[in-house]
T-cell receptor
Framework: ETGVTQSPTHLIKTRGQQVTLRCSSQSGHNTVSWYQQALGQGPQFIFQYYREEENGRGNFPPRFSGLQFPNYSSELNVNALELDDSALYLC???????????????FGEGSRLTVL | GIQVEQSPPDLILQEGANSTLRCNFSDSVNNLQWFHQNPWGQLINLFYIPSGTKQNGRLSATTVATERYSLLYISSSQTTDSGVYFCAVEEWGGSEKLVFGKGTKLTVNP
């Protein structure tokens, strides 16, 4: 059974650029959630994808967007990067609502984004 | 929205000591998880414990849902236990998002 994998692990961008982060869910999981963790803080919910549709969103502007693919992998896209977007971006997978959902999330190692 | 408070914010122990970390939450919850964040940033699942008591080796956890708190016990601590421990809850009603506390930073010295 493979766990949640994310890529890239580290990246550096400049203000105004765009970034795409990728996540493969744990085997058997069809729901993917994304979280942002600023330095010294707990992770904050960005959004969740189930059956290729957004299924809940946190308090993040529209320049944060995502996709889920038929194989349940997911992308997080951030446009017009700002300095405050520098953070660890964590992907988590779980069983979906019709698949024995319990709410238990399993996280990947994260993608650390630095915006200069 | 639901509030999650963890205490203490920082904890320094000598190897072999025991500790108790606390998580208070402001409303009823569907789900409560404890995580350990390793130095590389990965959140490692410790317990999925919306209620009751669980044990896994030197770690155990208890959630008293009616009183809105959870405790994580670490016995005979080791240097590898160092890191940040997070409590996260899912609000009752199935919002399907986890709300995290600010964490407890544990340092275990040899």
């Amino acid at each position: 059974e493979t766990g949640v994998t994310q890529s890239p692990t580290h990246l550096i961008k400049t203000r105004g650029q765009q970034v795409t982060l990728r996540c493969s869910s744990q085997s058997g999981h069809n729901t993917v959630s994304w979280y942002q963790q600023a330095l010294g803080q707990g992770p904050q919910f960005i959004f969740q994808y189930y059956r290729e549709e957004e299924n809940g969103r946190g308090n993040f502007p529209p320049r944060f967007s995502g996709l889920q693919f038929p194989n349940y992998s997911s992308e997080l896209n951030v446009n017009a990067l700002e300095l405050d977007d520098s953070a660890l971006y964590l992907c988590a997978s779980s069983l979906g609502p019709t698949s024995g959902y319990t709410g238990e999330l399993f996280f990947g190692e994260g993608s650390r984004l630095t915006v200069l | 929205g639901i509030q999650v408070e963890q205490s203490p914010p920082d904890l320094i122990l000598q190897e072999g000591a025991n500790s108790t970390l606390r998580c208070n939450f402001s409303d009823s919850v569907n789900n409560l998880q404890w995580f350990h964040q390793n130095p590389w940033g990965q959140l490692i699942n410790l317990f999925y414990i919306p209620s009751g008591t669980k044990q896994n080796g030197r770690l155990s956890a208890t959630t008293v849902a009616t009183e809105r708190y959870s405790l994580l016990y670490i016995s005979s601590s080791q240097t590898t236990d160092s890191g940040v421990y997070f409590c996260a809850v899912e609000e009752w009603g199935g919002s399907e998002k986890l709300v995290f506390g600010k964490g407890t930073k544990l340092t275990v010295n040899p």
